[in-house]
């Protein structure tokens, strides 16, 4: 079983901000959250990691909550090529059997 | 650098025939993943190769199911006697040696079982 809930869809519009938030009620203590995007026919696409508090690069930011039972996934000013499927996923990185576990994803369409 | 590749994109079979899936992991990457993905679903992981030998093969879900990676670079994936529930998206993935690297993966294979 996935270890995270994320909303199935959501809808946006060009130029919006868009948050997609995860939960990992169980994260544990040495896992850290990673998400990835994935468009048709393609493979996913690492995005962001963090394990706590924000951590921004040129694509997104992921805020991270103190008690670290959920993050979001922010991408600023949204355009058409953004929709795609988003997967938040927790897993303890330094573990040599590290496998992700992929839950269905939050499918984002964004509108003209 | 190139990427992870996949071959054949597509593959169409007819029920209880043998197909071989081939993945040529990014130059140097040591660990390389095994992803079963159906429509609508996120990837179910099926096996982890570390160098040449299966590290974890706990998601292949059953014995028709096989993959090798003889030299430690490219990895094929097998199905013997195949069934239409075996009909997905088969992608692969490869890593770098350090394990908190991220994955990289490949297009996929889209095999449809007839």
């Known amino acids: 079983l996935a270890k995270t809930t994320q909303p199935i869809s959501m809808d946006s519009y060009e130029g919006q901000e868009v948050n997609i938030t995860c939960s990992h009620n169980?994260?544990?203590?040495?896992?850290?959250i990673t998400w990835y995007q994935q468009f048709p026919s393609q493979g996913p696409r690492f995005i962001i990691q963090?394990?706590?508090?924000?951590v921004t690069n040129e694509v997104a930011s992921l805020f991270i909550p103190a008690d670290r039972k959920s993050s979001t996934l922010s991408l600023p000013r949204v355009s058409l090529s953004d929709t795609a499927v988003y997967y938040c996923?927790?897993?303890?990185?330094?573990?040599?059997?590290?496998?992700?576990?992929w839950g269905a994803g939050t499918k984002l369409i964004i509108k003209p | 650098g190139a990427g992870v590749s996949q071959t054949p994109s597509n593959k169409v079979t007819e029920k209880g025939k043998y197909v071989e899936l081939r993945c040529d992991p990014i130059s140097g990457h040591t660990a390389l993943y095994w992803y079963r993905q159906s429509l609508g679903q996120g990837p179910e992981f099926l096996i982890y190769f570390q160098g040449t030998g299966a590290a974890d093969d706990s998601g292949l879900p059953n014995d028709r199911f096989f993959a090798v990676r003889p030299e430690g670079s490219v990895s094929t994936l097998k199905i013997q006697r195949t069934e239409r529930g075996d009909s997905a998206v088969y992608l692969c993935?490869?890593?770098?040696?350090?394990?908190?690297?991220?994955?990289?993966f490949g297009p996929g294979t889209r095999l449809l079982v007839l």
């Open positions: 996923l927790v897993g303890d990185k330094a573990d040599s059997n590290y496998q992700l576990i």
């Open positions: 963090g394990y706590k508090t924000k």
């Open positions: 993935a490869s890593r770098a040696r350090v394990v908190w690297e991220t994955q990289y």
């Open positions: 169980n994260i544990a203590t040495n896992d850290y």
